[in-house]
């Protein structure tokens, strides 16, 4: 790469990370649609592809921060922080019709204890499988079936290993993309054709980004609804999850 260029692209770090990005959703959207026949979503292509050029990157630099660490993709890490992360979630709201959404009403908030719980119960019993036993591994891996989001927020409250974190992470990216493949195939089995329904379904699924790309395959217009209770999910997440839920493993635990 001349030094021109290579200096252009480090001093404008942010406008790079966006152009990257912009060019792995491109080309992730031609695979979903000439591969994948729209089967599989776009966005869970580049979910993928972004896993792929994390490691890579993170082999090539011995760094922490993936692609990253690289002084050309710097920006990367700034563009998939929580700020401009947190913007997007917001964002979503804003299309939400609030008519629309009171229907949800009882409904909306069983669906988000559920969608808590059980996801939780279902990483400690994961956990539990691969020979984790203390409360704060426990806790922090079904954290993170929650969503990716809450499972690093739990573990640095409750201190975990970093090891833990990552794991924790990895499961709940893992549910993200899961859902997001998933969700069109089995969208008209379960009724999700409209916005009740979609406001149900992101609260027992949780994860935002899953929701969104599997919601966006379906039926566009019901991803706001979607994305309103999944992000009210991962709030709820992050305030359980190292509190109350970590109470109650370290008690069945025995400490």
Not at 14 to 38: D, E, N, Q
Not at 211 to 239: I, N
Request: net charge neutral; proline share 4%.
């Amino acid at each position: 790469m001349p030094e021109s260029l290579r200096h252009l692209f480090v001093e404008q770090s942010l406008v790079t990370a966006f152009a990257l990005v912009g060019a792995v959703m491109w080309v992730s959207y031609l695979i979903s649609r000439h591969l994948t026949l729209g089967r599989v979503h776009g966005s869970a292509i580049a979910i993928v592809i972004g896993l792929v050029l994390a490691y890579a990157g993170g082999l090539a630099t011995g760094g922490q921060k993936g692609i990253a660490d690289l002084p050309v993709f710097a920006g990367i890490g700034l563009m998939g922080g929580a700020m401009l992360r947190d913007f997007a979630i917001v964002a979503t709201a804003f299309e939400v019709d609030v008519i629309e959404a009171r229907k949800a009403g009882l409904l909306g908030v069983v669906a988000l204890g559920l969608g808590t719980v059980l996801p939780f119960i279902f990483g400690v019993c994961v956990a539990l499988a691969f020979g984790y036993t203390d409360a704060v591994s426990l806790t922090t891996i079904g954290a993170g079936a929650i969503t990716y989001i809450v499972g690093p927020v739990t573990g640095a409250a409750l201190g975990a290993d970093s090891a833990v974190i990552a794991l924790s992470i990895a499961t709940g990216v893992l549910k993200a993309v899961l859902v997001m493949i998933g969700t069109p195939f089995v969208a008209r089995f379960i009724g999700l054709d409209n916005p009740r329904s979609a406001m149900a379904f992101g609260g027992l699924m949780g994860t935002v980004s899953g929701v969104t790309g599997g919601l966006a395959a379906t039926d566009p217009r019901l991803v706001p609804y979607g994305a309103l209770t999944a992000t009210f999910h991962t709030g709820l997440g992050c305030l359980v999850a190292p509190s109350v839920l970590y109470l109650a493993v370290r008690a069945l635990m025995g400490g």
